[in-house]
């Protein structure tokens, strides 16, 4: 066995913790700094940020060289990307010893460029001949790494003997398990979005309000639409229906077609993540309980599915909760965009039910706290579920008593 195997074994070893524990990706390899010598590259999306990993060979490679290397990287990041921050994160590993000092050195080279430092490029050191992981640095670069287990895996390198499979592979045949390493990881993280998943509930529901709102167009009298207002008076006359008809009448052509377009992008992922029933029940108390925190709060008559269509953007918001890495590898950034200029066209524009949105957001996050996913432990359901039944008390209690 010869030391240039047991690094490269532990090279591709670290790689595959990476990927495996942190979700990155392997990308197409190319020769490290003058090394000839293999190097890793891996990378990742999270939410806005692209971040990439380096695993870089550094025997002979001065302080001065790995500066240039550091301010390199950031340069060019910053001049290629405009949308979103990008980072990278290069371990500098020496199979020969390297003093403290010189490690600090090193992680002093990290870069941050920009007013938020949205572009950056961090230098940690690696000395394999003492098991140590080097200074870790702060900031945006690192966000994210789990770095314990990988200061564990590093100081069991001086006595870890690799079995002999895993001394003779050859690069490609590393890369070729990590390809499907992380092939496997994405497929796992995607896999709640998958586009061949039917989604016959957003379908029906969808169907179901534009069929009501035709039949009220029907009526001159308007008395239809007039049965299924959110109208508090009547509430507390004990017509509670009027907590459920709202989700499914509409005023106008614009009300029902924006309301419908949004139920279209996001009921398809919810439904896909959550599954038919699930988002059903979602959906439908997620409305009632935006219709709750209307009659509590709101005097006016309203209606509309937009406490629905919240309460949608609720349960993406568990989804999150549930599975963060999924969430910010997937559709986390659009639908923290979406919520926010929601929230604000709701502060903008008069006539807008804003408690019914409020209501239904947070309704719709503690039911899909509740009901859960498929393939995934549901965490404390008992208590988003008081939660929810609290909430429903509390808005039904300053609503009767307004």
């Known amino acids: ?12 070893g670290m790689a595959q913790y990476l990927i495996a524990h942190d979700d990155f990706t392997i990308l197409p390899q190319d020769a490290s700094e003058g090394q000839g010598t293999p190097q890793v590259l891996l990378a990742r999306q999270q939410f806005q940020s692209l971040q990439y990993v380096r ?11 790995i500066q240039a290397i550091m301010e390199h990287d950031a340069k060019s990041f910053g001049e290629r990307q405009r949308s979103q921050n990008v980072y990278s994160v290069t371990f500098f590993i020496f199979s020969q010893w390297r003093s403290d000092e010189n490690m600090r050195e090193i992680a002093r080279t990290t870069q941050y460029l920009g007013y938020l430092k949205s572009i950056g490029a961090a230098a940690v050191a690696v000395d394999l001949s003492r098991g140590v992981l080097g200074e870790w640095p702060d900031g945006k670069a690192v966000r994210g790494i789990t770095v314990e287990p990988l200061r ?27 390809v499907e390493l992380s092939e ?3 497929e796992r993280i995607l896999s709640p979005l998958n586009e061949g998943k039917k989604t016959i509930f957003t379908i029906g529901i969808l169907a179901l309000t534009v069929l009501i709102f035709l039949i009220g167009r029907l009526d001159t009298s308007e008395q239809f639409l007039y049965n299924g207002l959110m109208v508090p008076e009547l509430i507390r006359n004990g017509e509670l229906f009027r907590l459920l008809t709202p989700v499914f009448f509409h005023y106008d052509v614009s009300h029902i077609f924006f309301n419908m377009w949004s139920l279209w992008v996001l009921g398809r992922y919810v439904e ?5 029933t699930r988002f059903l029940i979602v959906y439908v108390l997620a409305g009632v309980a935006g219709c709750m925190l209307s009659f509590a709060f709101n005097d006016n008559p309203s209606l509309g599915a937009s406490g629905a269509i919240f309460g949608l953007m609720g349960a993406l918001l568990a989804f999150g909760r549930t599975d963060r890495k999924a969430f910010s590898m997937s559709i986390g950034s659009s639908v923290y965009y979406l919520l926010a200029l929601n929230l604000v066209i709701g502060f903008i524009i008069p006539r807008i039910d804003y408690w019914g949105h409020l209501g239904g957001l947070a309704g719709g996050f503690l039911i899909g706290m509740v009901v859960g996913m498929p393939g995934y432990e549901a965490k404390q359901r008992w208590l988003y579920g008081a939660g929810y039944l609290a ?12």
């Open 1 to 12: 066995m010869s030391e240039q195997q047991q690094f490269s074994t532990f090279l591709y």
């Open 184 to 186: 496997r990881r994405q």
């Open 391 to 402: 909430f429903a008390a509390l808005t039904l209690l300053i609503g009767w008593n307004a």
């Open 272 to 276: 896909r993540i959550y599954g038919g």
């Open 55 to 65: 695993l870089l060979p550094a025997d002979g490679l001065t302080v001065e060289r």
């Open 152 to 178: 564990e895996l590093i100081a069991n390198y001086p006595n870890r003997k690799y079995p002999d499979e895993l001394l003779w592979r050859t690069s490609e045949q590393w890369e070729d398990q990590l």
